[in-house]
C-alpha cells in the first residue's frame, strides 16, 4: 500500500514538473529567444515514455490551456494542435523500440500534418495564406532596400538589377515552402528525439536507439526511390500536368538536404573517429565544411553507395 502511494506521489510529481517546464519554455520562447517554443514538448515525450501517453497528452491539454490563459487563447489552441501528434507518435514508436529512422519519420510526419492543420486554422480565422503573409513580407523587403539603394544614390540599372535578384530569391523561397516545411518537421522532430532519448538514459532508462548525427544514414535503396521520384517529375513536366515546376523545384531540395544530412554525418563520423570533441567538431563544420556545403550532398551519395562508415559491414 505504501508502495502505490509514492508510486502516485511520484508520477503527481512529475506531472506538474512537465507542465512548470513546458510553460517556463514557452514563456522564455516568448520573449526570449523563440527556439525555446520548439522544445515545448520534450518534457511530455520523457513523461509519456515514464508512464503513458494519456498522461502526457492530459498534461499537454492543462499546459497548453495555462498558456492559453497567460496568453491569449489561440495560442495555447495552435500549440496543442501543433506539438499533440508529434508527442503522442514520438512517445509510441519510442516505447516500441522502432529504430531511429522509422521514429524520425513517423514523428516528422505527424509533425508536418500538425503544421497543415496549423496553417488551415490560422487561415480561417485571419482569411490569409501562409504563401500570401510571405508574399506581402517579401514585398515589403524588396520596397525596403530598393528605398535604401535610392538613398545610396544607386543607378536606375543597378536598381532594376538588384530587384530583379531579389524578386528571383523570393519567389523561389515562396516556391519551395512545402519542402522547407518538411526539413523544419524533420528537423524539429530530431532535435526533441535526440534530447528525450539522451534525458531518459539519464535517467535510467534503457533507450537503444539513441540518434547520434554521426550515424544518420538514409536506406540503402533510397538512390533507386530519388530516380523513380525525378523520372515521375519528369513525366509530369513532359505531359505539362499540374505544377510540374513546383513539385521538381521542392523535391530537388528535399532530395539535396537529405544528402547534405548524410554528407555532414560522414564528416561529422570522421572527426568523432579521430577523437575530436563535440565544439572543435561544431566549429570545424561551421568554418570548414558548411562554406562546401555544395559538395556535401555528393558525399551523401558516394557514402550511400560505397558506405564509407562502413556500416553494412557490420550487419
Not at 27 to 34: N, R, V
Not at 199 to 220: H, M
Not at 249 to 260: D, E, G, K, M, Q
Request: net charge positive; proline share 3%.
Amino acid at each position: 500500500m505504501k508502495t502505490l502511494k509514492s508510486d502516485f506521489k511520484r508520477k503527481i510529481v512529475e506531472f506538474i514538473f512537465a507542465i512548470t517546464i513546458s510553460i517556463i519554455l514557452v514563456l522564455m520562447g516568448t520573449y526570449y529567444f523563440s527556439g525555446f517554443i520548439f522544445i515545448y514538448p520534450l518534457p511530455f515525450i520523457i513523461l509519456g515514455f515514464m508512464n503513458d501517453r494519456n498522461h502526457a497528452l492530459l498534461a499537454l491539454i492543462l499546459s497548453s490551456l495555462s498558456i492559453g490563459l497567460m496568453l491569449d487563447m489561440l495560442s495555447g489552441i495552435l500549440i496543442l494542435v501543433l506539438f499533440a501528434p508529434l508527442c503522442i507518435s514520438l512517445i509510441h514508436t519510442m516505447k516500441m523500440r522502432k529504430n531511429s529512422f522509422i521514429i524520425l519519420s513517423v514523428s516528422t510526419l505527424a509533425l508536418l500534418f500538425s503544421i497543415i492543420i496549423m496553417a488551415t486554422i490560422t487561415k480561417n480565422m485571419t482569411g490569409t495564406s501562409l504563401v500570401n503573409r510571405l508574399a506581402d513580407l517579401s514585398n515589403q523587403s524588396i520596397n525596403y532596400w530598393i528605398n535604401t539603394l535610392k538613398e545610396l544614390g544607386s543607378s536606375n540599372y543597378e536598381i532594376s538589377k538588384a530587384r530583379e535578384l531579389m524578386e528571383e530569391r523570393f519567389e523561389y523561397v515562396i516556391l519551395i515552402v512545402p519542402a522547407l516545411t518538411m526539413i523544419f518537421s524533420f528537423i524539429i522532430s530530431y532535435v526533441n528525439y535526440l534530447f528525450a532519448a539522451l534525458s531518459l538514459r539519464r535517467l535510467g532508462y534503457g533507450i537503444v536507439s539513441i540518434p547520434r548525427f554521426s550515424k544518420f544514414k538514409l536506406p540503402n535503396n533510397i538512390l533507386l526511390g530519388t530516380v523513380v521520384m525525378f523520372l515521375g517529375a519528369f513525366v509530369i513536366k513532359q505531359l505539362q500536368l499540374f505544377y510540374y515546376e513546383a513539385i521538381l523545384v521542392n523535391l530537388t531540395a528535399i532530395v539535396s538536404f537529405l544528402f547534405l544530412t548524410q554528407g555532414l554525418a560522414v564528416i561529422d563520423y570522421k572527426l568523432k573517429a579521430r577523437k575530436i570533441r563535440v565544439i572543435p567538431r561544431l566549429l570545424i563544420v561551421l568554418f570548414l565544411v558548411l562554406p562546401l556545403s555544395g559538395f556535401l550532398p555528393f558525399i551523401g551519395i558516394l557514402d550511400t553507395i560505397f558506405d564509407f562508415r562502413g556500416f553494412r559491414r557490420r550487419v
